[in-house]
């Protein structure tokens, strides 16, 4: 079975984004990029299930700047077979990459996609769910356990209350949650192999995709910071200030 | 100009989470319909329909719509999206699994978790874990919406008399089933709706350690919530998870025991009206959005805390 992967080229999680002075974005020059750590699990789902004998080939998909190749070469060190490169200069939104993917998956008809629950960046959680939608697939969003067989995939979803598993019907779309498994660390020789495999670069209108945003961003500013408060002592003097001063309990 | 608001409800009863995306619509302006898709949702249905200011309920009550499978309730959103100029549904684990599905099936780039309205078109948004504060403006003819609960005052659950108005199910898609769910089971309130919060961190140590926060969330009528440090090495269930990618809550009081505060953990609470942190390290983050903070043990701390709320 085929398997598809999508990566995303993200700020990483530990840098402490600004927020530029102009009010036009965050500041994205000079700070570190990672893969998105749920597109990290997805993949390490993909290359478990290859170790496991039921995928036959993982295949790793960027869109974005010409950069995301470096993210793609982190994906085929970590098991992907091969990568394909959706390369833009636009800001591609989730509808746009979802339509992007559907374009590729109609092209190598995987019968698996995975994908990250979101995107740290922009927090959209959306692609996945827009891909199933215009391929006409089941989806299972947020998964903590995936179980395949021929034609369906059981897979347990964390929910607001809880868990909950459903039984999706193959192709299928799958998004990670954090708890899905503990992506592995990428190791020297597996980074030289990466650098053997393959990775195709295409152009959003080669795939006859229009991926112009639909949402335009006015401003984006820092939110109202919190001040830090006062040091306590004590149980007693902490009471006091929560029943006399805040009067929350 | 038509909103329609898609329900949270478990069919009985109606869910909070509900009155806050309503509050959204009220801001965006115009007759606000909310839709309940379901089986055997008669209770939620009646509820709706005392909602303040809502014009009309939709009913769609169906088998194929009892586990609110996101196929099917995608489907039917989408059969009634003509209508309306925006479609609202709150940023739960159920509107975030179908938004973004009737989004791409009306070819519509969907707008997530808004914090605020700034007009019928434009919206505010956090990215990077609420560090940054985005306003985006939608060009797409109907708006698809996530409503981040947090970031509106829930409107009166009583008050309206809105007519409900039954509308054909679609048929079921045969792409997934239901198989399971396992529900923590709890008598305290619940997470995203408690007016006090409770959370332990890694500092707990272990899952037996939770044990005591019980007497002062009891004390408190308090929820109880986890950073994501403690849900991963299997102290708390999944759904006690707070922060950019678990829930967001914003209570009157929220506790933070044993809780560093790294920024994701931060990014889902950092608007609850008084903080305070129990940490044994002075130097940890959450110090620095704590309204009051205890520098100490929490062991010693968190028993003698339940001690003097007694008196």
Redesign the interface.
């Known amino acids: 079975m085929k398997v598809l992967v999508s990566v995303k080229r993200v ?1 990483d ?1 530990n840098v ?2 600004r ?1 530029k002075a102009d009010g036009s974005g ?1 500041e994205t020059a000079n700070v570190k990029m990672s893969m998105n750590p ?1 597109d990290e699990i997805a993949l390490e789902e993909a290359v478990r299930l290859k170790e496991a004998g039921v995928a036959t080939e993982i295949i790793a998909v960027s869109c974005g700047v010409q950069a995301c190749q470096e993210t793609l070469r982190t994906a085929l060190a970590i098991g992907a077979d091969r990568a394909i490169l959706v390369e833009s200069n636009e800001e591609l ?3 746009a990459v ?1 339509k992007l993917l559907k374009a590729i998956c109609q092209k190598e008809a995987p019968q698996l996609v995975i994908l990250g ?2 995107a ?15 391929l006409g ?6 998964a ?1 356990k995936m179980v395949l067989e021929k034609e369906k995939a ?1 897979v347990t ?13 193959l192709p ?1 779309i799958v998004t990670t ?3 899905l498994n503990e992506p592995r660390y990428v190791t020297l020789p597996n980074i030289m192999k990466a650098k053997k495999k393959p990775l195709e670069t295409l152009k959003p209108d080669a795939l006859g995709v229009d991926v112009a ?11 109202a910071k ?1 001040k ?9 003097a ?2 006091d ?2 029943r006399n001063e ?1 009067k ?2 | 100009m038509a909103i329609l608001v898609i329900a949270e409800h478990d069919h009985g009863t109606l869910k909070g989470a509900t009155l806050n995306t309503v509050a959204a619509a009220q801001k965006i302006g115009g007759d606000i319909h909310v839709l309940v898709a379901g089986h055997k949702a008669e209770g939620a249905a009646k509820a709706a329909a005392q909602i303040a200011g809502v014009a009309k309920v939709l009913s769609a009550d169906a088998p194929q719509l009892g586990e609110f499978l996101a196929e099917n309730v995608a489907a039917l959103v989408v059969s009634l999206a003509r209508n309306y100029s925006h479609i609202l549904a709150p940023a739960t684990s159920n509107g975030k699994d179908v938004t973004p599905r009737v989004a791409a099936l009306l070819d519509v780039q969907q707008i997530s978790e808004i914090i605020a309205v700034e007009a019928a078109d434009t919206f505010v948004r956090p990215i990077y874990a609420g560090n940054a504060l985005a306003t985006v403006k939608s060009k797409d003819p109907i708006k698809v919406i996530t409503v981040r609960t947090t970031g509106f005052d829930a409107v009166a659950s009583t008050g309206g008399s809105a007519s409900i108005e039954k509308v054909d199910p679609p048929a079921d898609s045969g792409l997934s089933s239901f198989v399971s769910r396992e529900v923590s089971k709890s008598e305290r309130p619940e997470l995203t709706a408690a007016k006090i919060v409770v959370s332990g961190g890694r500092g707990m140590g272990s899952g037996e350690n939770f044990k005591l926060l019980e007497p002062l969330a009891d004390k408190l009528n308090a929820a109880m919530g986890a950073s994501r440090a403690a849900v991963d090495a299997g102290f708390v269930p999944n759904d006690w998870q707070v922060g950019q990618t678990g829930k967001i809550v914003a209570p009157e009081l929220y506790v933070a025991i044993g809780i560093s505060g790294a920024i994701q953990h931060l990014a889902g609470m950092k608007d609850s009206r008084v903080i305070v942190a129990i940490n044994k390290d002075e130097e940890a983050p959450i110090f620095q959005v704590a309204d009051y903070g205890i520098v100490g043990d929490l062991f010693k701390v968190v028993p003698e805390l339940v001690e003097e709320l007694k008196k």
């Open positions: 700020v999680f402490k984004v927020v965050v749920f939104q989730p509808l979802a629950k979101q740290i960046d922009d927090d959209s959680n959306q692609t996945g769910q827009m891909l199933a939608a215009l697939w089941s989806q299972a969003t947020f903590s059981t979803r964390e929910v607001d209350g809880g868990l909950e598993t459903v039984s999706i019907k299928a949650d954090l708890r945003p639909r949402l335009q961003t006015l401003k984006v500013l820092e939110p919190r830090a408060g006062v040091k306590l002592p004590d149980a007693k902490l009471v200030k929560l805040a929350v309990i």
